[in-house]
């Protein structure tokens, strides 16, 4: 398997520091709203990296943060008249909500900023007593002048750092170097704090997900995982931070998925063009959203419009036919013996999952395994129908969903499931429609029939029998 690597910008064989075991950090959200559909892009594709892992026997720690105190956070809740617990409590749940529907599995821990203070303060006293940081007037910041190699993972040299730096910064500025960063930082009026050896306040942002990572990964880790925005300045200062204070390389594997543009320019307010994830999600379908994200290679840029999302809700639907079409064979399927012609078949059926390997383990292609699940599409369409045996039409379904499966598509999110008829129902419709025709009352069996594909199920009626699709 190999796997890009920011840190070196090239692929590299993957090899954990423990066998058949991935330590992996995700940086997660500051939450203090809905989040967007650019945050998703992230969830997808390194939920997806994890499924992968999973799928081919690695068992994976898998931590993902959420930033529960925040310079954005405290505003909110003042303008709402609310505590900041409040608010994050109420965003951390709209978040898991999210994911839930974007078929994201959750973290085996979702450490909060606000709950891991302990370990912040100590990995902050243990960078001041290495001379690494120092203290001013309560603040505390790390000393990017002392640590060898800043800029090692952006690739930014640190001099022309200092001199971009320069132009921006007053000389009242307390930091002995222009491009020295905040550890911890004295609490303001109105403001959340905790007690600490310097003031009364609160970490900067960078210190939080190095002191996570070390408590529930270890002073190194496989893979640390994020969009590309957060190089530089967060992943570098991380980088500094943790390898300073433990001594030790901080994460073998950087993974950085590449911007999400909507209508080929950058998502802002400022432009209008500011999508957020539900109403995406209730637009098109929080599966079609997922299926879009991982159309693409994660390192590519990726645009957003109505026209691409129609074509990825159209791409999934005809994978989604798929799925309804194998079912039905299966469930007239004659239990005989294979033929000779489908034991050619099965080799190559076994192909499929041999070239979707081959894409996901070079740097997760997830947009080459999609077009190999619809190779496979074409295939159990053209030879998994009716005529076809019991056992040919069970092992083409089976590979089919062991593929799906380890993309997260095929699911259906809890915000579709409380709107969508249950199968339950839609047979009971199909009876009635039935029932309907016997008594010779068309307009009804009619009215049934074109109500249900109103709902987004489309009834045919076949050889074999009454069959339904979601559509």
Not at 52 to 62: L, M, P, R, S, T
Request: glycine content about 6%.
């Amino acid at each position: 398997m190999k796997i890009y690597n920011t840190l070196t910008k090239q692929k590299e064989i993957f090899n954990p520091i423990e066998s058949g075991k991935v330590r992996m950090y995700v940086c997660g959200p500051t939450v203090y709203n809905l989040i967007h559909i650019g945050n998703a892009r992230p969830y997808i594709v390194f939920d997806t990296v994890r499924r992968y892992f999973e799928a081919v026997g690695y068992d994976v720690n898998f931590i993902q943060n959420f930033t529960d105190v925040d310079d954005k956070i405290i505003k909110k809740a003042n303008e709402e008249g609310r505590t900041t617990t409040e608010l994050v409590e109420e965003y951390i749940g709209e978040t898991l909500k999210d994911a839930k529907n974007l078929n994201v599995k959750p973290a085996t821990h979702h450490p909060r900023v606000t709950e891991e203070m302990d370990g912040i303060i100590k990995m902050i006293e243990t960078l001041i007593e290495k001379g690494f940081a120092y203290e001013v007037n309560g603040s505390v910041y790390f000393d990017t002048t002392a640590f060898d190699g800043y800029g090692k993972l952006s690739k930014k040299v640190l001099d022309d750092l200092e001199a971009g730096a320069s132009e921006r910064v007053t000389l009242g500025d307390e930091k002995k170097n222009h491009m020295d960063f905040v550890l911890w930082k004295p609490k303001k009026d109105g403001e959340p704090y905790w007690e600490s050896p310097w003031s009364e306040g609160r970490p900067g942002w960078h210190i939080e997900c190095s002191a996570m990572c070390k408590k529930f990964l270890g002073d190194t880790i496989d893979i640390h995982a994020g969009g590309e925005d957060l190089v530089f300045p967060h992943h570098e200062n991380e980088v500094a931070q943790s390898e300073a204070a433990n001594g030790a390389t901080f994460a073998n594997y950087w993974m950085h998925n590449s911007f999400l543009n909507i209508d080929n320019h950058k998502m802002s307010k400022s432009l209008g063009n500011f999508k957020v994830l539900r109403d995406v999600g209730e637009a098109y379908g929080y599966d079609t959203v997922r299926f879009f994200m991982l159309s693409a290679h994660y390192r590519s840029p990726l645009n957003y419009s109505n026209e691409l999302m129609e074509a990825a809700q159209n791409g999934l639907t005809r994978i989604k036919n798929c799925k309804d079409n194998l079912e039905f064979a299966l469930s007239h399927a004659k239990e005989e013996t294979l033929t000779i012609k489908e034991q050619e078949l099965l080799k190559e059926l076994a192909t499929f999952e041999e070239k979707f390997h081959a894409a996901m383990e070079d740097d997760f292609n997830t947009a080459d395994a999609i077009s190999i699940i619809f190779e496979l599409v074409k295939f159990a369409n053209t030879y998994a129908k009716e005529g076809a045996t019991q056992a040919f039409t069970q092992a083409v379904y089976d590979e089919f969903m062991k593929l799906n499966n380890i993309l997260g598509l095929l699911y259906e999110a809890e915000e579709q499931k409380e709107h969508a008829l249950s199968d339950e129902d839609i047979q009971q419709y199909i009876e009635d429609r039935k029932a309907a025709k016997k008594a010779r009352d068309f307009a009804e069996a009619d009215r049934i029939r074109d109500w249900l594909k109103e709902q987004g199920v489309l009834i045919e009626d076949t050889r074999e029998g009454v069959r339904f699709k979601r559509i």
